[in-house]
């Protein structure tokens, strides 16, 4: 099975700019997060989706990020506009309530995003 | 309130020492699940345990084990004769609703440093 993949890895931009990370989850798996890791903050949930609906998004800083997931196979994460201070390595997981599996969730390789 | 504390920032050890990582967590819920993930020196974020509430067994997976309290409220993470390659940063997690796929909350980390 192929797993959570994310792109693209490495994103350079400068302030004012719009970024889109884009994420697929793994295959079946019917609930989504995304994550942001930084060094002051650690790891902390931005908002997470269950069968393509946002449920949370309390944890989205502010108006400037904006998610969506139109399908099963695919959400995104913007920042528009984009400042130096969202400068992180953000990450998206992917989980299932079903089976031995339940509850775990499968992280990509995350987007390391610079904005200059 | 959920919160999980893992009190060691950093620890260094020598290669084939034992070392215990500390993980403290919060909850009000009667159902959870702990977990522990992995981050190399690569970025990613890599899935190694999930215990619920229910089952306070340790668990034994090869240089790995685990050992869960429910009195103390804690889910300490032991590597026995440690190798360079567990270097990384360890996070342990909570998640205590069944029913959001489970969202995490993560701990600060623990940084871990083996030397040759």
């Known amino acids: 099975d192929a797993g959570v993949i994310q792109s693209p890895r490495h994103e350079v931009t400068e302030m004012g700019q719009e970024v889109t990370l884009r994420c697929k989850p793994i295959s079946g798996h019917d609930y989504l997060f995304w994550y942001r890791q930084t060094m002051m903050r650690g790891l902390e949930l931005l908002i997470y989706f269950n069968n393509n609906v946002p449920i949370d998004d309390s944890g989205m800083p502010e108006d400037r990020f904006s998610a969506k997931m139109p399908n099963a196979s695919f959400s995104t994460l913007k920042i528009q506009p984009s400042e130096p201070r969202d400068s992180a390595v953000y990450f998206c997981?992917?989980?299932?309530?079903?089976?031995?599996?339940?509850?775990?969730?499968?992280f990509g390789a995350g987007t390391r995003l610079s904005v200059l | 309130a959920q919160k999980v504390t893992q009190a060691q920032t950093e620890i260094s050890v020598v290669e084939k020492e034992d070392v215990t990582l500390d993980c403290v967590y919060e909850t009000r819920d009667t159902t959870y699940y702990l977990f522990w993930y992995k981050q190399p020196p690569s970025g990613e974020l890599v899935f190694l345990i999930r215990?619920?509430?229910?089952?306070?067994q340790n668990e034994i997976s090869g240089r790995y084990s685990w050992n869960f309290q429910k009195s103390t409220s804690s889910f300490n993470f032991t590597i026995t004769a440690s190798q360079v390659v567990d270097s990384a940063v360890y996070f342990c997690?909570?998640?205590?609703?069944?029913?959001?796929?489970?969202?995490?909350?993560f701990g600060q980390g623990t940084e871990l440093s083996v030397k040759p």
């Open positions: 997690a909570l998640s205590a609703h069944y029913n959001q796929g489970g969202k995490l909350i």
């Open positions: 215990r619920n509430s229910f089952d306070e």
């Open positions: 997981a992917s989980s299932s309530l079903e089976g031995e599996k339940l509850n775990i969730q499968y």
